[in-house]
């Protein structure tokens, strides 16, 4: 498969999210704010990118039994990074990110690739999946996140877009708004597919 | 935090629903909520695992990782713990009890990826809770958790049958389901607030 082709079917036409419903308890979770998400996005890109890479250069060396227990202390470590890294330099985004940052570790989406993937691929490919399917996933989390924040706040990445005039939709910012978003996103996104086909 | 672990237990279950509100563990939630017996199984193994791993997971946190000084390290031992208790519940059901491992034993090894285990040793170390607290809320959740996919698992029984459009039939419909279901906890969060 050619890099380009790799990009494009781990990002759009495969999407984790919306193709196979994987990663969605933290696509819910932080989607009230945008900058929450991109942040969050950037993490699992990160962690995508770079445990895609070493699980396949190890690939050939990993026992199959312990193959999940292998993979899941490779991700771990990357996530550890991710949140140092975070609590050192962002320290207000990682306090309201809270625990989602170490439940990157049992991101569906991340041990679905290693699994899927980078067990299979040579290590520069699996990097290329990894962040094809890590934009993907960022790419859903900032949409749900645009509409809740625009409605929920009146805000884009904490900019007030809309004035005092309007009148803040306090469900976005709840719960259960997370989980109609997302099934409108799914519902839009499938319709036509299944049409054609 | 001055909660008595007993409202936190009920809080867990109710208010602060860890699938409703904290959206923890949605993957397993909506695969398996296809039928009621199964949903009953494997939310009876989350109540259990998250119970005792939380305890586990409080004693090794504060008696072995905070006097190293290698808290950083929470998530890698976390998961070594959730990890080993569920293949070592797997090992003792199969030895001592054979009916309820073909039970429950099948739905052990999704456990160790169900990100609500994990995510309530997270949020029991980030609220800062005494043991009590943190046995009563890994119980209250798992209770939640349960009470939530067997909600789930029967009105998708009920509607089987019923016209849906095409866009929406599966993953789609359950989340719909799903936040209607968190609205309707969310009547339940003016009686206590645990953070």
């Given at each position: 498969m050619k890099k380009k082709e790799i990009f494009i079917t781990s990002a759009f036409t495969q999407n984790s999210v919306w193709r196979q419903i994987l990663g969605i308890c933290s696509a819910l979770a932080v989607t009230n704010l945008m900058l929450n998400s991109l942040v969050m996005g950037l993490g699992v890109i990160f962690t995508l990118a770079l445990s895609g890479f070493t699980i396949s250069l190890i690939r050939e060396y990993i026992p199959k039994r312990i193959r999940m227990m292998v993979q899941t202390l490779i991700i771990a470590s990357y996530v550890i990074i991710v949140?140092?890294?975070?609590?050192?330099?962002?320290?207000?985004?990682?306090?309201?990110l809270g625990p989602y940052v170490g439940l990157?570790?049992?991101?569906?989406i991340i041990m679905g690739r290693a699994e899927a993937f980078a067990g299979k691929n040579s290590p520069v490919d699996?990097?290329?999946?990894?962040?094809?399917?890590?934009?993907?996933?960022?790419?859903?989390?900032?949409?749900i996140?645009?509409?809740?924040?625009?409605?929920?706040?009146?805000?884009?990445?904490?900019?007030?877009?809309l004035g005092d005039w309007w009148t803040k939709w306090s469900i976005m910012v709840m719960a259960p708004s997370a989980f109609f978003m997302l099934a409108i996103l799914i519902w839009i996104i499938n319709t036509p597919r299944q049409k054609r086909g | 935090m001055e909660l008595n672990a007993f409202i936190i237990f009920f809080a867990a279950i109710f208010t602060s629903n860890i699938l409703l509100t904290n959206f923890l563990g949605m993957c397993s939630f909506l695969s398996v909520s296809k039928e009621i017996e199964s949903s009953i199984g494997l939310g009876m193994a989350v109540t259990f695992v998250m119970t005792v791993t939380s305890a586990i997971n409080y004693v090794?946190?504060?008696?072995?990782?905070?006097?190293?000084?290698?808290?950083?390290?929470?998530y890698i031992i976390f998961i070594i713990v959730i990890a080993a208790?569920?293949?070592?519940?797997?090992?003792?059901?199969?030895?001592f009890s054979p009916l309820l491992y073909y039970s429950l034993g099948i739905f052990l090894p999704l456990i160790t990826v169900n990100c609500a285990i994990l995510g309530v040793s997270l949020f029991m170390i980030i609220r800062d809770y005494s043991f009590l607290q943190a046995v009563a809320y890994g119980a209250g959740s798992g209770l939640g958790w349960l009470l939530a996919i067997l909600i789930l698992a029967g009105i998708r029984k009920k509607i089987k049958d019923k016209y849906v459009p095409t866009g929406l039939v599966g993953a789609g419909l359950s989340l719909i389901i799903t936040g209607i279901m968190a609205l309707a906890f969310v009547g339940f969060s003016g009686i206590v607030v645990i953070q």
């Open positions: 949140d140092l890294f975070l609590k050192t330099f962002y320290p207000e985004i990682s306090k309201s990157i570790i049992t991101n569906c699996s990097v290329i999946d990894g962040i094809g399917a890590g934009m993907g996933y960022t790419l859903v989390l900032l949409i996140a645009s509409v809740r924040e625009l409605f929920g706040f009146g805000s884009l990445f904490g900019i007030p877009i | 090794v946190y504060h008696f072995i990782l905070v006097p190293l000084d290698i808290i950083y390290l929470q208790f569920v293949q070592l519940t797997e090992m003792v059901l199969e030895r």
